[in-house]
Every structure is written in C-alpha cells, then in structure tokens.
T-cell receptor, first 115, second 112 residues
Framework: GAGVSQSPRYKVTKRGQDVALRCDPI?????LYWYRQALGQGPEFLTY????????KSGLPNDRFSAERPEGSISTLTIQRTEQRDSAMYRC?????????????FGPGTRLTVT | AQSVTQLDSHVSVSEGTPVLLRCNYS??????LFWYVQHPNKGLQLLLK??????LVKGINGFEAEFKKSETSFHLTKPSAHMSDAAEYFC??????????FGAGTRLFVKA
C-alpha cells in the first residue's frame, strides 16, 4: 500500500483478555517502530525492528507486552492479560532505515480501550 | 538521559499572525530533530527535520525551525497562521540512530 496501515483501528476488550495489534509497514522499509500514546501526551517509544530482528525493546512496559516481525514485514504487538492502564493509542511507524536521517512514516494508530 | 520539552501545552493565535511553538531538548549527543503535526483523527505527518546541515530548516506549509545549539532549542515558526494550521504539534529528538523521544505536544488554536 501507499502508507503504513494498522488494524484494527479501534479495539475494545475486557480486562484480562489478550489483544494483538497489527502493523503493515511501507513496502521495502527496513525499520519498524511501535509507540504508545496516552491521552494528552506525546507518543512513547516501545520497541523497534530492523528487518525481523528486534533491536531494542527497552520501552516495553512489562512482560505482558511483546512484539514480533517474523518475516521482516508485518509486525504484531501483543498485550497479554490486558489491564485498564493499557488503554491508549498504539502507533506504528516505518522508515527506510534506522539512522537519524530517515523519516518515520506513521500509521493511523489503533485505539485500544480496556474495560 | 535525553528529553524533549515543549514549553507550551496550548498556543492560541489569530489568523494571519505569527506562530511560535517552543521546544528545548537535552541530549548528550547532537540529535536529529523533527517537528510533526497531528490533525484530528489523522496520523502524524512530518513538517521538517534538522540533521546537522543548515541550522535554519524549512518545512512544508510555510513552517520553519531554527536549531540553536547554545540554547538547546528548536522552535517552530510560521509568519502567518491559517485556520488549517490548527492541530497538535510534536517536537521530536532522535539520538543513537533509533531511539525517538517525543515532546508532550503543543495544541495550536487559530482564531478567525
């Protein structure tokens, strides 16, 4: 596609359920990033990949959060045993490569609400 | 540790008057700096970026920003605001290649 896509756009789940959020980056982009954006705040870095390798996961808040990108393209962010505090906008971005010169292109985000 | 501080959570201007959105950063290294804009119900769009070339950077829609190392600032300006500029603006720093730090955002209101 022309841009980064994310699905679902909206997800409402009950506390304790697992959720999987999908990101489809721009074709050919090496780097893929996940962010979480709480209401009224800027996006917060979670993790990033170069190709299929997870380069840094220091931003993942705890071990309920995990991410994968098995074939170096589509990525899935999984949250296990969701809690209300996980409610946020989850944003994905991709870039041609990982250096600071490369622009990150953002998807529309997935709004997660945990009830 | 690196951080990005946007000094105003809200800025209100009248249409046709100048816009100034302030951003300060702290970093042990020379960062790459960016400004992104987010319109309601839309994704983040890059306005401009600084990557150690010219200190005055021109972006889209008439916006520009000046990197001032001595002040560790990267303020965003526009000579004349349009109604369509009303949005949320994020100042962003990247160091070490991948780690991206966003400011908390500044919401710009434009009055007719």
């Amino acid at each position: 596609g022309a841009g980064v896509s994310q699905s679902p756009r909206y997800k409402v789940t009950k506390r304790g359920q697992d959720v999987a959020l999908r990101c489809d980056p721009i074709s050919g982009h090496v780097s893929l990033y996940w962010y979480r954006q709480a209401l009224g705040q800027g996006p917060e870095f979670l993790t990033y990949f170069n190709y299929e390798a997870q380069q840094d996961k220091s931003g993942l808040p705890n071990d309920r959060f995990s991410a994968e990108r098995p074939e170096g393209s589509i990525s899935t962010l999984t949250i296990q045993r969701t809690e209300q505090r996980d409610s946020a906008m989850y944003r994905c971005a991709s870039s041609l490569n990982s250096g600071g010169l490369y622009e990150q292109y953002f998807g529309p985000g997935t709004r997660l609400t945990v009830t | 540790a690196q951080s990005v501080t946007q000094l105003d959570s809200h800025v209100s201007v009248s249409e046709g008057t100048p816009v100034l959105l302030r951003c300060n950063y702290s970093s042990s290294y020379s960062p790459s700096l960016f400004w992104y804009v987010q319109h309601p119900n839309k994704g983040l769009q890059l306005l401009l970026k600084y990557t150690s070339a010219a200190t005055l950077v021109k972006g889209i829609n008439g916006f520009e920003a000046e990197f001032k190392k001595s002040e560790t600032s990267f303020h965003l300006t526009k000579p004349s605001a349009h109604m369509s500029d009303a949005a949320e603006y994020f100042c962003v720093a990247r160091t070490g290649g991948f780690k991206t730090i966003f400011g908390a955002g500044t919401r710009l209101f434009v009055k007719a």
